[in-house]
């Protein structure tokens, strides 16, 4: 089960913040290339699926494994997280939490669940439906300077439940370190999500994330990035929405000007020209009340640059 792993941090690890005084799981030292498995829990949604009722759960929502801490880091610093693969477990779930998601007044007021099979023909989504998995990280940070930060919302600059699709197999998450040591966990892992989540769980599923972790000295970050084979990803955190919006782009407008080199005016004239942005999941950067991606508070927003355009002349 843990082949190709070299720590295995077991669901047991699992925590409901992103806190420096958590205890830590695992000491590592960076850029060994050691790959790490955090192992994530479903039990919430079974519970639900079991009770169909908040008020029966006998454990917590959203739970991150770790943390990790990463010998060296220091605040200003940045990780590179590599999530090399996904291993899901035999089962998703849907649920539908009333009061939640941008589909909450057609779903009404009872509480819908579905366990989901998931195997070797793919994700069971009806009995008409099989969809071919895309896992992905759903909550994934680092601890902040001070106190604790949630593992349900909001998102922050740390990282937390962002629910962005580039969070999948092949991409490098970068994520700033605020204090000593990181303090780097994953949960929340996705066996299929579309962008924006509107039901706002997705299909959650348990399984094993495989990373390998980086430290860059020197690198601050007032958000996470995502770096795919073809893309950057800059997180947008703000509120109200636009101003989430505004820093994505001015994120993305220093990596191309400050990192590399290039005049204000080809970055301005690249990025409207190719530079989109998108909602990402319906976590926001404050609470949102209720809890959907469209209304106009703080909110997780994706800026998306093709890799090509570093490639050409400008």
């Known amino acids: 089960m843990n082949t190709g792993i070299d720590h295995f941090l077991d669901k047991s690890h699992g925590k409901f913040s992103f806190s420096a005084d958590e205890e830590p799981a695992l000491h590592i030292a960076p850029g060994t290339e050691a790959r790490i498995g955090f192992e994530t829990s479903d039990a919430v949604y079974a519970e639900l699926h079991e009770h169909h009722s908040m008020d029966q759960l006998t454990v917590g929502i959203n739970p991150v494994t770790g943390p990790?801490?990463?010998?060296?880091?220091?605040?200003?610093?940045?990780?590179?997280?590599?999530?090399?693969?996904?291993?899901?477990?035999d089962c998703g779930w849907?649920?539908?939490?009333?009061?939640?998601?941008?589909?909450?007044?057609?779903?009404?007021?009872?509480?819908?669940?579905?366990?989901?099979?998931?195997?070797a023909a793919g994700v069971h989504v009806t009995e008409r439906h099989v969809f071919a998995p895309k896992p992905m990280i759903g909550c994934i940070g680092t601890a902040p300077a001070e106190g604790a930060s949630s593992t349900v919302m909001p998102s922050y600059s740390g990282g937390g439940n962002m629910d962005l699709t580039g969070c999948r197999p092949g991409s490098r998450v970068y994520l700033?370190?605020?204090v000593a040591g990181a303090y780097l966990s994953i949960g929340d892992i996705h066996a299929l999500m579309a962008e924006g989540e509107s039901s706002f769980v997705a299909v959650e599923a348990e399984g094993t994330a495989v990373v390998s972790i980086e430290l860059v000295k020197d690198m601050p970050l007032r958000a996470p990035r995502i770096e795919t084979a073809d893309e950057w990803f800059f997180v947008g955190l703000g509120d109200p929405v636009q101003e989430s919006i505004t820093r994505g782009y001015e994120d993305m407008f220093h990596f191309l000007v400050t990192d590399h080199g290039w005049d204000k005016g080809d970055a301005y004239a690249v990025l409207s020209a190719v530079g989109d942005s998108t909602l990402g999941g319906p976590t926001g950067s404050s609470t949102p009340d209720p809890l959907h991606p469209f209304m106009p508070v703080g909110a997780v927003t994706v800026h998306r640059l093709p890799k090509e355009v570093l490639q050409q002349q400008h």
Do not use: C, W, Y
């Open 176 to 178: 700033p370190v605020q």
């Open 68 to 89: 990790v801490v990463v010998d060296g880091a220091e605040p200003g610093d940045a990780l590179i997280v590599t999530i090399h693969e996904i291993r899901l477990k």
């Open 94 to 119: 849907s649920a539908s939490l009333p009061g939640t998601g941008a589909l909450r007044n057609v779903m009404g007021a009872d509480m819908f669940t579905r366990r989901i099979p998931i195997d």
